[in-house]
């Protein structure tokens, strides 16, 4: 989980969660928090911003915005600018940073033995596992279909003293990016994944996971020889589970499923109500 001091799941319930980023304290949806009573109901009075949906799915914030790019949290080596959008999101998914730290580790042990992992992170989203993969001494590709996404991305890796890393930013549909490596004969050391449930690439191209993840991991498959030296794939839709992505893996990489592990995504408060976040599976 990112350190304490730059962020904290305060409270959950009603089909929301209580979180505090740095100094910032935010009320916001959370589907996984439906069904759920609040643990301190008083604790909600304390959020500076709110959001509330609305009928196109997008919504609105209510309360004091932060000032534009003043607004920061770090984890590792990496530093995260965050910013209200309209969907809802702030630019980081806190789940995410035992992932990060797993990365870093996997890319750091290759380097202490001479090896210089090529790494392709797809969805990437603000950059999370790029700049922990850039840090650690790997060079990385990062894919994303939304240009504002990979700027913020840039900016990212910025912040955090790493924009002379060896990245290449590149904004894409991720399935038509991998096929086009793999008719190349492109060859990568290593894939991170953390598709959404849909989605349309940049030139309007769409994306369903049920009907496109499998064939995306076989062509990972292609991109590492079936033989990566790791890959991760994390999923926050319903019904993609630990056991379900473990066999999305086993289907793609038969011959390493021994290696293969799955665990739940979470996020806990302090005392140790857990909410659920999502699925990882790790190869």
């Known amino acids: ?30 589907p996984t928090a439906e069904g759920m009573a609040k643990a301190d109901p008083t604790l909600w009075r304390t959020a500076e911003l709110r959001f509330e949906r609305d009928d196109s799915g997008d919504g609105r914030w209510i309360g004091a915005q932060p000032p534009p790019g003043a607004w920061t949290v770090n984890h590792g080596p990496a530093t995260f600018e965050l910013k209200p959008t309209p969907q809802g999101q702030l630019g980081i998914f806190p789940e995410q940073a035992d992932n990060w730290d797993w990365i870093s580790r996997q890319v750091a042990a290759a380097a202490d033995a001479g090896r210089t992992l090529q790494v392709l992170n797809l969805f990437a989203y603000t950059g999370g596992s790029t700049l922990a993969a850039a840090a650690a001494g790997a060079e990385v590709v990062h894919v994303d279909a939304a240009k504002t996404v990979v700027a913020w991305a840039r900016r990212n890796a910025a912040l955090s003293g790493l924009d002379s890393c060896p990245i290449r930013w590149i904004t894409e549909d991720a399935v038509k990016f991998v096929r086009r490596e793999c008719k190349r004969g492109n060859r990568y050391d ?28 076989q062509a990972c498959a292609e991109l590492t020889g079936g033989r990566p030296r790791f890959l991760l794939l994390t999923c926050h839709t319903p019904g993609f589970g630990p056991e379900r992505l473990a066999d999305l893996l086993t289907g793609a990489f038969s011959s390493l499923a021994g290696s293969i592990t799955a665990h739940p995504l979470t996020l806990a408060t302090a005392s140790s109500r857990h909410l659920p976040a999502g699925a990882a599976a790790r190869l």
């Not at 409270?11 to 980023?21: I, M, N, P």
């Not at 989605?199 to 995306?216: D, N, Y």
């Open 1 to 30: 989980m990112l350190q304490t001091r730059q962020y904290q799941l305060l409270d959950f319930g009603d089909g929301r969660r209580l979180e505090r980023f740095s100094n910032l304290v935010i009320d916001r949806p959370c």
């Open 190 to 217: 290593a894939v991170i994944l953390d598709p959404p449930s849909y989605g349309h690439g940049r030139r309007g191209e769409v994306w369903q996971l049920a009907r496109h993840l499998p064939g995306l991991l």
